[in-house]
């Protein structure tokens, strides 16, 4: 999904009309899968795959760093293993750009036009620009497992241990909200619910007065943090004033007059750890 949301963007910039990419299947990979078309006019590049150090792709895949030919089939700045499948495109000028995430290249996205055209400041820049945030995008969803994981092992009994757990909570909310994989975000929604279940158990909890919105419960966790109103915003990618109206929905079902007397309701009613 992240991979055709960049794709979908390389070509709204109108620079470039066909836009492909894939992402390596691991740490270490050699290769990559062109996954992803936008533009295409047949299937000759699904599912092609690149090898490191072959054609256009798999030189930016070595170098880590953008590469363009202004004609693929006879530039001799490329090998030629995937001519085959690039003429059934009926591309000439391409160019392609790493997605690097902690300074590993996790895939690359090509541009490409269908006349031997020299490719500019400008498609290079739309490239670019898309390459970045599908690496913001992968970097989320990287954080989001790694704290998923996390939260695998019980919760340990010591008091100490719930300030991490509710830090991870705090986290896992918040990147929720901005993950476009909705498997991976139900994943993690399910993990909080897991954490603050933890609390319940522990301690012998009361149920709320009445269920939260997601948003509310969001709002809620970050205020819980000790987040501002400005903060907690920034966190859910909300206006402040969203917040502030979340806040109050969420205090008048629990039935608390202040944001402490809020955050121990919702903790007692089992909605947070």
Not at 6 to 22: C, D, I, K, N, T
Not at 93 to 121: E, K, M, N, T, W
Request: aromatic share 2%.
């Amino acid at each position: 999904m992240e991979v055709r949301a960049a794709l979908l963007r390389m070509r709204g910039s109108g620079l470039l009309p066909v836009a492909f990419g894939g992402l390596v299947a691991g740490a270490g990979a050699q290769q990559f899968r062109i996954s992803e078309l936008a533009g295409a006019d047949t299937d000759s590049l699904r599912g092609l795959a690149v090898r490191t150090g072959n054609g256009l792709g798999g030189k930016t895949l070595a170098l880590g760093r953008p590469c363009a030919v202004t004609d693929y089939g006879s530039s001799r700045a490329i090998s030629h293993e995937y001519d085959a499948a690039v003429a059934g495109e009926g591309l000439r000028s391409v160019l392609a750009v790493p997605i690097v995430v902690h300074r590993q290249v996790r895939g690359v996205l090509y541009g490409a036009l269908r006349q031997p055209f020299s490719l500019g400041d400008r498609p290079l820049a739309a490239a670019i620009d898309a390459a970045r945030d599908l690496e913001q995008a992968l970097a989320v969803r990287d954080e989001a497992r790694r704290l998923l994981a996390s939260c695998q092992a019980p919760v340990a009994a010591d008091p100490r241990a719930w300030e991490e757990v509710r830090e991870a909570h705090t986290e896992l909310r918040a990147l929720a909200v901005r993950i476009p994989d909705a498997r991976l975000r139900q994943d993690l929604l399910a993990a909080c619910a897991r954490l603050a279940s933890a609390a319940v158990s522990s301690a012998g909890a009361r149920p709320p007065l009445a269920p939260l919105t997601p948003r509310e419960l969001d709002v809620l966790t970050t205020i819980a943090s000790g987040a501002t109103n400005a903060v907690a915003a920034s966190r859910l990618r909300l206006r402040p004033e969203t917040v502030k109206s979340y806040l109050r929905s969420a205090m008048r079902k629990l039935g608390a007059h202040t944001r402490l007397e809020a955050v121990t309701a919702a903790r007692r009613g089992g909605l947070l750890p």
